[in-house]
C-alpha cells in the first residue's frame, strides 16, 4: 500500500512539474517575441532619428559651403549658390 501512495505521488508530482516547465517555456517564448519586437521598433526610430540627423548635418554643411563660397568670391549667398 505505501508503495503505491509513494508512486502515485511520484507521479502527481512529475506530472506537475512538467506542466509547469510547459508553462514556463510558453512564458519564456513570449517574453523572447515581445524583446524582439521591441528592438526593432528601436532600431527603427534609431534608424530613422539618424537619418534626419545626417540630413540636418548636410543641410548645414551645404549652408556653410554657400557662406563660405560667397565671403572668398564676394558674392552674394543666392550666386554662390548658383555656381
Known sequence: MRK???ASAIAVSALGL???SETTEENA???TESMAADTEANLE???EEMEEAADETAAA???ATTEAEA???GET???AAAD
Request: proline letters at 0%; glycine letters at 0%; a negative charge.
Open 4 to 6: 503505491i501512495v509513494l
Open 18 to 20: 512538467a506542466a509547469c
Open 29 to 31: 517564448e513570449d517574453t
Open 45 to 47: 526610430a534609431a534608424s
Open 61 to 63: 554643411a551645404d549652408e
Open 71 to 73: 565671403e572668398l568670391e
Open 77 to 79: 549667398e543666392t550666386e
